[in-house]
C-alpha cells in the first residue's frame, strides 16, 4: 500500500514534494492509517483534530487517543474544541453540516496561521461510492454523480485510490491501533444505511463492483469535463460582464436546442435552487424575478441579468453643505466655481449656484418624483416615466441617484438636468458638477 500510495503522488500530486502538510486526524481507522503512512514518507507533517463534542466522554476519549500518539511518535498537534449542537441550532444547520463547516473553516485558518501548504484528508474509494448513492437517492446534476474530488483548492485527498478493506487489512497488518465511532454503528443517519446494507448487497451482486464503479467514474468525471468546456464556449457567445452584473443574451440562448442545462450549469455556482421558475424566466414578461441567498435572476426585455443581491433602503440620504467642494460615497462627485461653460455630458452639469438650496441632498429616486427636462416649457415628468423612455432595467433604476434642492431635482445622475437650475443671461455664480 505504501509504494502504491508513492507512485500515486508522483503521478497526481507531484506539487506536494517539499511542502508542509497538515494531517486531518480524527482517531478512527482511515486517519490512523493516513498517519502512518506519511510517517514513512519525507513529509514535514502536523496533525489537526476536531473535537465537537457530540458523543460525551468518547469524544474527549478520541482527542486523548490522537495526543498521546502525536506525543509519542513526535508529531506536532494542534486541536480545538466545538460546540457543534450550539452553532448547528444558531445556524439552522444539520449536525452533519454544522461539524464540516466548523471542522474546514477551521482547517484553513490553521494553514494560513501556521505557514502550511496543505491539508490531507483521508476519504478513501468507499466514501466516494456512499457520496455516489446519497446524491443519486437525493436527485442530482452530472457533478453530484462525479464522486469526491482528489483536490479542493488546498484539501488533497490521496487514500481516494484506496478501498476500506485494502486500508483496514494494511491497519491490521502494521499493527495500528485506532478509535471505532459508535455514531458508525447506527443507521440513524443515511451514510451508514448505504454504508451497511445496500453497498455489501452490490458487491455480492458483483464481486467487482468496486473496480467496476471506478471506471464509471472515470467517464462521468471526462463527461463533467466536456460539460465544462462546451459550457465556456456557449457561455462566451450568450453572456456579456458589465461591472458587477452579468447580461445573458436570450435571443442566443433560445437558439440552442438544450438552454436549460447551459443555464444550470452557469447559475447553479450561485446558490439557485428553484430552476423551474429559473427556465420560466426565459418566456416570462419583464421584470420577474428569482432568488438565491446572495443573487437575484431578473427578466428584463430580450436579458436576463445575473446580480449581487444588494439592499437598497430609499430612505438613505447624503447631505451635501455649501463648502464641500467633493464626495466619494456614494458617488464620486465634484462641485467647483468656475467662471465659464463647456458643453455638458451626462457626467458633467452647469448650474445657477444662485438657485440652489443648501444642504443639499443626495437620494435614490421614488415613485411619484418629476423633474423639469429641457425644452419642456416648464411643464414636468415622471422620473418613471424617463426610466421607460430609457429601458431601463430594475437594476439599473436601483442605481439611479438624484441630486435635490430642497424638494426638487437638480439632477438624475448621468442622465438629465432640470430645466429649473440651467444657467440663464442673469447667472452670477456657475457652478460645475462633475460624476468623477
Not at 492509517?33 to 474527549?60: K, M, T, Y
Not at 488546498?154 to 478493506?165: D, G, N, Q, S, Y
Request: aromatic fraction near 12%; glycine fraction near 4%; proline fraction near 3%.
Amino acid at each position: 500500500m505504501l509504494a502504491k500510495l508513492q507512485k500515486h503522488i508522483a503521478h497526481d500530486f507531484p506539487f506536494l514534494e517539499q511542502k508542509k502538510l497538515f494531517l486531518a486526524v480524527s482517531g478512527g481507522l482511515d486517519s490512523m492509517v493516513l498517519v502512518h503512512l506519511f510517517q514513512q514518507l519525507d513529509f514535514e507533517i502536523a496533525i489537526l483534530h476536531c473535537n465537537f463534542q457530540l458523543r460525551g466522554l468518547e469524544s474527549f476519549g478520541d482527542q486523548n487517543f490522537i495526543q498521546s500518539y502525536a506525543q509519542e511518535n513526535n508529531i506536532p498537534i494542534f486541536i480545538t474544541q466545538f460546540d457543534t449542537t450550539a452553532f448547528a441550532k444558531d445556524y439552522k444547520l444539520s449536525t452533519q453540516v454544522a461539524a464540516r463547516e466548523l471542522r474546514y473553516s477551521w482547517f484553513y485558518e490553521q494553514l494560513e496561521a501556521k505557514n502550511f501548504d496543505y491539508l490531507l484528508t483521508a476519504h478513501h474509494a468507499d466514501d466516494t461510492i456512499e457520496t455516489f448513492l446519497i446524491n443519486l437517492t437525493r436527485g442530482t446534476g452530472l457533478e453530484g454523480l462525479t464522486g469526491i474530488p482528489k483536490q479542493n483548492d488546498k484539501v488533497i485527498r490521496p487514500l481516494l485510490c484506496f478501498t476500506r478493506e485494502e486500508i483496514e487489512h494494511y491497519a491490521k497488518e502494521n499493527k495500528i491501533e485506532w478509535r471505532e465511532d459508535s455514531s458508525n454503528a447506527s443507521d440513524k443517519y443515511l451514510r451508514n444505511k448505504i454504508r451497511h446494507h445496500l453497498i455489501p448487497i452490490l458487491k455480492e451482486l458483483n464481486p467487482n463492483f468496486m473496480d467496476s464503479f471506478q471506471n464509471t467514474q472515470n467517464y462521468l468525471q471526462d463527461a463533467q469535463m466536456l460539460v465544462e468546456d462546451a459550457s465556456i464556449m456557449v457561455y462566451q457567445q450568450v453572456a456579456k460582464q458589465e461591472e458587477e452584473a452579468i447580461f445573458f443574451d436570450l435571443n442566443q440562448l433560445k437558439k440552442l436546442p438544450n438552454y436549460k442545462s447551459y443555464l444550470y450549469q452557469w447559475l447553479n455556482e450561485f446558490g439557485f435552487t428553484a430552476w423551474d421558475d429559473i427556465y420560466d424566466l426565459v418566456d416570462s414578461q419583464s421584470g420577474k424575478q428569482v432568488f438565491s441567498a446572495e443573487f437575484r435572476l431578473l427578466k428584463d426585455r430580450d436579458f436576463l441579468i445575473l446580480s449581487p443581491l444588494h439592499t437598497i433602503d430609499e430612505e438613505t440620504e447624503y447631505i451635501i453643505d455649501s463648502l464641500q467642494n467633493q464626495i466619494n460615497i456614494p458617488l464620486n462627485l465634484s462641485f467647483s466655481k468656475v467662471t465659464d461653460i463647456s458643453i455638458g455630458s451626462n457626467t458633467t452639469i452647469f448650474v445657477d449656484e444662485d438657485a440652489l438650496q443648501f444642504p443639499l441632498v443626495l437620494r435614490h429616486w421614488k415613485e411619484g418624483d418629476s423633474f423639469q427636462p429641457f425644452g419642456m416649457n416648464g411643464k414636468s415628468k415622471k422620473v418613471s416615466k424617463l426610466f421607460k423612455d430609457e429601458k431601463l432595467s430594475l437594476i439599473d433604476k436601483e442605481n439611479v441617484w438624484l441630486l435635490c434642492s430642497g424638494t426638487e431635482i437638480v439632477w438624475i445622475i448621468g442622465m438629465r438636468q432640470d430645466d429649473r437650475f440651467r444657467i440663464t443671461n442673469t447667472t452670477k455664480k456657475l457652478l460645475k458638477i462633475q460624476l468623477e
